[in-house]
């Protein structure tokens, strides 16, 4: 194929596009009906969940476990966890409370440091 034989299928191709724009041009505004409803509308009132608000974290950090045992044993742990409340449990809000207990409880913070101690 030519190079002014490719320019013209180029052309082309851009010309139907550029038509195609203009017989259908994207809406400006916004739509008097949303696509996506509110999440704090309530399909069924007893389903109505609130809708999260995206907060930035004050601090981030990655757990790396090293033993495939561990990962199979939390996993297990989750499994039963979204059994006894119906729904998944995510990892990171179990991390949160878990911390949480630690500085709320001295029993359990006496076993961290036990714990602790015992790890090379």
Excluded at 87 to 110: E, S
Aim: charged share 30%.
């Amino acid at each position: 194929m030519t190079e002014s034989a490719r320019a013209s299928r180029a052309g082309s191709a851009f010309g139907r596009l550029g038509a195609a724009a203009a017989t259908n041009p994207v809406p400006t505004g916004t739509p008097e009906t949303p696509r996506h409803p509110d999440v704090t509308t309530p399909r069924h009132p007893d389903t109505a969940t609130p809708r999260r608000s995206k907060v930035e974290p004050v601090s981030r950090f990655t757990v790396r476990f090293y033993d495939q045992r561990d990962v199979d044993n939390l996993d297990q742990w989750l499994l039963a966890a979204k059994r006894q409340f119906g729904h998944k449990i995510d990892k990171a809000d179990v991390v949160r409370q878990l911390l949480r207990l630690v500085v709320d409880d001295p029993a359990l913070t006496a076993r961290l440091y036990e714990r602790l101690g015992e790890t090379p």
